[in-house]
């Protein structure tokens, strides 16, 4: 299914969002935060806390510093040391800890294998179009196999302020010296891709495979169900 909701202007550059647009990406944040909860369940005191604490102490980090927003990485672990901090550990033991934690996330954040069809999908696309990262995830791309396969990434927090905000759109047409309306962007939340393509003056795809809802009420210039839609593009 493709469905246009306006006229799509010739492009030159695809831009595209990473988790849950090119892979699913519920099961790996699933099994990473597991590995971290793991971790941090075998520091003294930690479990005691209860089930809640991690939020809390999430809330916590994001108050005190409102620009973790933007830099899921810096707020994950800004959070691990505000949470082992209160158990009265020393100094030395709250990094070892938040470290080894972060670690342990991470390893599993990234443990991802991209399906064949998709690489090759990437791989046809990019024979006519220029391939880019727009992401507000802290994925490591070079640990799994899409590390060869753009020509820019950009992350969120690292590079910018996180999408629906235009920083990254901004920066990826300075980059490449393309005009804006140049670029396509690829994703499947309608709050963070297709408001911030549309904010940012780019042109929108909303995958929607998600069943999710959405506070944005404007519309994706195209809306597609399968990702290997894209290759309506392909002349």
Same mark, same amino acid.
């Given at each position: ?67 973790? +927003?933007?830099?899921?990485? $810096?707020?994950?672990? !800004? #959070? ?8 009265? =550990? &020393? @100094? ?63 992350? +969120?927090?690292?590079?910018? $302020?996180?999408?629906? !905000? #235009? ?8 980059? =490449? &010296? @393309? ?7 690829i994703g499947d939340s309608l709050d963070t891709d297709v408001q911030g393509a549309n904010n940012a003056g780019c042109q929108s795809v909303w995958l929607n495979d998600q069943g999710a809802n959405y506070s944005y009420k404007g519309l994706a210039d195209i809306e597609i169900a399968n990702i290997h839609a894209l290759t309506h593009f392909i002349k």
């Open positions: 299914m493709i469905r246009f909701n306006r006229a799509i202007k010739p492009f030159s550059v695809m831009s595209f969002d990473l988790d849950d647009t090119l892979y699913s990406n519920h099961p790996i944040i699933k099994a990473a935060v597991k590995a971290q909860q793991n971790y941090l369940n075998a520091v003294p005191r930690y479990q005691e806390q209860g089930p809640k604490y991690w939020q809390l102490c999430r809330n916590e980090a994001v108050l005190q510093s409102p620009e973790l +927003a933007d830099n899921v990485t $810096k707020w994950r672990q !800004h #959070t691990l040391r505000l949470a082992l901090s209160k158990l009265n =550990l &020393n @100094v030395d033991d709250v990094e070892l800890h938040a470290n080894a934690a972060y670690n342990a996330f991470a390893d599993v954040r990234s443990n991802i294998v991209v399906s064949d069809d998709i690489l090759n999908l990437l791989d046809n696309l990019a024979k006519h179009f220029t391939l880019i990262v727009i992401t507000n995830g802290n994925v490591e791309i070079e640990r799994f196999n899409l590390h060869n396969k753009f020509e820019l990434v950009l992350q +969120a927090g690292m590079h910018g $302020k996180a999408k629906p !905000h #235009t920083t990254l759109f901004d920066k990826a047409a300075a980059h =490449l &010296n @393309v005009a804006k309306s140049d670029i396509l962007h």
